[in-house]
């Protein structure tokens, strides 16, 4: 199908999909910073455009409003994402972040925010390039303003305002296929609390399942397995920057992290990223850590529930522990705390625990994309050691 604006881009295109002639790498080249168009893109005129301060208590509740009730929902509308305050202040102020990267648009009038997309810095290797990178996320338009060409617009003016940084390329997921993923994932879901996945309609009794067959099916232990596993901690920093960035390695596409970034993105947060080490007791060293964040989701139009609470697999990496027991002990502190659901994408090597754990695969699919930059084949899941919020 016509992709009009995704045609005109430095992406992978689906005509050039068989040929490999074409070299793997940046598309096109940069441009100096003084020919990168200096104001902003043309909205239609009753709009404007506003950097957005997430920092500001009153900015960071409109960005939330209009996220919570204008964002990603599933394809049967049973949910909407509905990322917290404090997570999205997390997610958008990484070491080096740019506050011009943050970018809303107004309506003049009114003052209401309509519409957002964000980047975030990331150093992203690709097999041996490491390559400086904006994550771009957070793409919303009101509903009511939908299908009215405003998502080229946004998406244009966050390329600039990037390229204004001497930045070329961008990662980012996507739900819907758009020229052209490099790979695309499966979300995998474990009930923890089946009970009320059934009351919301996501999962239904399996034939021959009674509710208490169901909840024993599902039951978790209520302590960890593995010796040594506890809550990670500033002093661990090190250890698992070492840990991870070795383990990354064998992936084709994965974040290059340094210590500064794992103390932001691993370090456990409050209802927002939670991460556990396993001390050996005999020498004290970390040989595995897991890590999980929380996403929540309106529940739309049920009578009783409105909040589904669901962690996601975030990076895991083990060494001494198997990674079976590792995520088991995930599962059984996610429970712990209260978590309806932990889900997972089958990348990296998580396809080795997601049956044995009782995680049944979703019928949602989120597919990975490169701006500007080509990759000659499109990649396994588990090539791929890249996790986007
Ligand atoms: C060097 C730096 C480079 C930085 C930039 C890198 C690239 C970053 C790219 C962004 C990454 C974001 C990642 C991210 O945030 C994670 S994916 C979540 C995206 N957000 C949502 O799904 C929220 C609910 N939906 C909406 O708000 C609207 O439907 C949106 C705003 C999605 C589209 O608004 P709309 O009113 O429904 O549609 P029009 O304005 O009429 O525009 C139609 C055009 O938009 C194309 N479209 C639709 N959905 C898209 C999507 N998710 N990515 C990219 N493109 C998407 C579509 O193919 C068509 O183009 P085509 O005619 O060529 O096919
Ligand atoms: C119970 C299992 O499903 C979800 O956890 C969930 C929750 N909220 C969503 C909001 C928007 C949405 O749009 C694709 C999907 C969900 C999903 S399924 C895919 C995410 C995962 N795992």
């Given at each position: 199908?016509?992709h ?16 490999t ?47 919570s ?18 997570f999205l ?51 919303c ?21 990037v ?105 456990p947060k ?120």
């Open positions: 199908q016509r009009k604006f995704w045609e005109t881009q430095p992406v992978g295109q689906f005509k050039d999909l068989n040929d002639s074409l070299p793997e790498g940046p598309i096109e080249p940069p441009t100096p910073i003084s020919e990168v168009k200096q104001e902003p893109y043309n909205l239609p005129n009753l709009y404007e455009w506003v950097t957005c301060d997430i920092n500001s208590e009153d900015t960071c509740a409109e960005v939330y409003n209009l996220l009730n204008n964002y990603v929902e599933d394809d049967e509308n049973m949910f909407r994402f509905n990322y917290s305050k404090e202040r997390w997610a958008l102020h990484p070491p080096g972040y740019y506050k011009t990267w943050h970018i809303g648009v107004r309506v003049k009038s009114s003052k209401k925010l309509v519409a957002f997309i964000t980047g975030i810095p990331a150093r992203i290797r690709v097999r041996t390039d490491v390559v400086s990178m904006a994550e771009v996320n957070f793409l338009v009101h509903k009511k303003l939908r299908s009215k060409r405003l998502a080229p617009v946004m998406i244009k003016e966050v390329t600039r305002r390229h204004l940084e001497n930045i070329w390329q961008a990662a980012y997921t996507a739900g819907v296929v758009l020229p052209t993923p490099i790979t695309s994932c499966q979300y995998w879901h474990r009930s923890l609390n089946p009970k009320k996945l059934i009351d919301v309609g996501f999962s239904r009794l399996g034939p021959r399942m009674t509710m208490s067959r169901t909840l024993k099916l599902f039951k978790l232990p209520d302590q960890p397995a593995t010796p040594g596993f506890r809550k990670m901690e500033l002093r661990d920093v090190p250890a698992v920057t070492r840990l991870l960035r070795a383990y990354l390695m064998q992936f084709v596409v994965a974040p290059d992290l340094d210590e500064l970034d794992v103390e932001h993105w691993v370090l409050d209802e927002v990223v939670d991460s556990y080490v396993v001390e050996s007791p005999e020498n004290h060293k970390i040989t595995d850590f897991c890590s999980f964040y929380t996403l929540p989701s309106s529940i739309l139009g049920h009578p009783t529930h409105s909040i589904l609470k669901a962690a996601y697999s975030y990076y895991n990496v083990s060494t001494k522990t198997p990674l079976l027991q590792l995520m088991n002990d995930a599962l059984i502190v996610a429970k712990h705390k209260g978590f309806d659901v932990f889900n997972a994408l089958d990348l990296m090597h998580n396809e080795s625990f997601l049956k044995e754990l009782k995680f049944g695969p979703g019928d949602g699919k989120l597919h990975y994309y490169l701006y500007n930059y080509r990759i000659k084949h499109i990649l396994r899941a588990s090539e791929l050691g890249l996790v986007l919020l």
